[in-house]
């Protein structure tokens, strides 16, 4: 094994370079703070989570990431790239951006992989690849390693390309270099995503409420809606604050082909989904990440947008 500490900016980084990391940083792991902890615990409190409980689980790992790898000593925070410019045919359902691809978390998990064993054959140890799944705070430790900072919408946007990226980690036992953490830990705080939320689930001081997320809603939300529930158009995601944020006015574009939108979802209406028995909606989104909403909630949010439209 290689226990030399190995600068971030030589092997690693090609290494990261070559499965399609746009930007990376590198973050000793420790225990997460206890003003980061605060803000948590209170966010959760208030039941601004909705119904994603899963989000209760595993305090003892969101606090303290090691215990996700024996011996783990280090955190890679890796953005991946999805963003391409589309245009959507009148009538046509609103899905968001990140979901018209295959699912990240295949994409992204393949590509770390591959990265991972090249880490082990060459610096030894051991290593974990973590893709949203596991209870790791992915933001806190992509501010902690310089990679980004977080916005108002609670986007982890990374300066000069924005928040059009999935992020991914790789937890080792190798002790890599930290990257130097930015100058600059906020987005500025200009309000146009507060303003553009059509639900006003976007406070300025930062928090999201799941409650009135329409992300939440059309992804995460089982069974009915609330009485007098709009979704805004919005058939699984929505990408509004995003779209308004200064940030993203030159965000770059992915060259990976998996992440691609696949032009068959671009062409669907809300109709098309509700003429879909199980078959065919296993056949249409197949390795897609739109199978969370399972068919029922699909259909259930094709249902309330033509309500609303009619």
Request: proline residues 7%; hydrophobic residues 35%.
């Amino acid at each position: 094994m290689n226990s030399t500490l190995s600068p971030w900016n030589e092997l690693p980084a090609r290494l990261l370079r070559s499965v399609g990391v746009y930007r990376h940083g590198i973050a000793s792991l420790r225990q997460v703070d206890d003003q980061a902890l605060r803000q948590y615990t209170d966010w959760l409190s208030r039941g601004m989570h909705a119904g994603m409980d899963y989000l209760e689980r595993y305090p003892d790992i969101r606090r303290d990431p090691r215990m996700l790898l024996d011996g783990a000593t280090t955190v890679i925070s890796c953005a991946f790239p999805y963003f391409t410019p589309i245009s959507r045919t009148h009538g046509t359902a609103n899905i968001a951006l990140y979901a018209l691809g295959t699912d990240y978390h295949e994409v992204v998990r393949n590509r770390l992989e591959q990265a991972a064993e090249a880490i082990r054959d060459t610096f030894g140890g051991q290593t974990r690849v973590c893709v949203d799944t596991a209870p790791l705070r992915e933001r806190y430790w992509a501010l902690h390693s310089g990679l980004g900072f977080i916005g108002t919408n609670n986007h982890l946007i990374i300066p000069g390309a924005g928040s059009y990226f999935f992020l991914g980690e790789i937890l080792t036992t190798a002790p890599f270099r930290p990257t130097p953490p930015l100058p600059v830990t906020d987005c500025g705080r200009c309000g146009r995503c507060v303003r553009a939320c059509p639900t006003g689930a976007i406070t300025p001081g930062g928090s999201v409420d799941a409650r009135k997320c329409l992300s939440y809603l059309t992804i995460e939300h089982r069974g009915d809606f609330p009485e007098g529930t709009d979704l805004h158009g919005c058939l699984y995601g929505c990408d509004r604050c995003a779209q308004v944020c200064p940030h993203n006015a030159h965000p770059p574009h992915t060259d990976i082909p998996e992440l691609m939108p696949r032009p068959e979802l671009l062409a669907l209406t809300p109709s098309d989904i509700l003429a879909m028995d199980a078959a065919a909606f296993a056949r249409t989104f197949r390795h897609s990440a739109i199978k969370r909403a399972k068919l029922s909630g699909m259909q259930r949010n094709a249902k309330a947008i033509l309500h609303h439209k009619g």
